[in-house]
């Protein structure tokens, strides 16, 4: 709660959490959409995991950053909804 409170305010504190809130989120969300991305665009690596260049041509060179970063902006809008969604739920069911 009070994570949220800090977060609707507008001056240097929130920037603050938000950035590192960013931070601590980029970990856990690479590890789950890089697999993703070498399965959508049919890459066969050998089980490393990264954004640079494989050797595998214009795929992994340019198509790769920015399929990741699109899947990466549809997951957070997703759990950007479930928080939405599971919060009202929450509020009707303890009123």
């Known amino acids: 709660m009070i994570l949220i409170k800090i977060l609707k305010r507008k001056d240097a ?3 603050i959490v938000a950035i590192l ?3 601590i989120i980029t970990q856990p969300l ?3 959409t890089l ?4 399965k959508i665009l049919f890459n066969h690596n050998t089980g490393s995991y990264s954004m640079g ?3 595998n041509g214009w ?5 790769s950053p920015v399929v990741w970063a699109l899947l990466q902006i549809v997951i957070l809008e997703l759990l950007g ?3 939405v969604i599971g919060r009202k739920l929450a509020v ?3 009123k």
């Open 13 to 15: 504190s929130s920037l």
């Open 21 to 23: 809130l960013a931070l």
């Open 30 to 32: 690479s590890s789950v």
């Open 35 to 38: 697999p993703l991305v070498d």
């Open 53 to 55: 260049f494989n050797g």
């Open 59 to 63: 795929k992994d060179e340019y198509l």
């Open 81 to 83: 909804w479930v928080y």
């Open 92 to 94: 009707r069911r303890s």
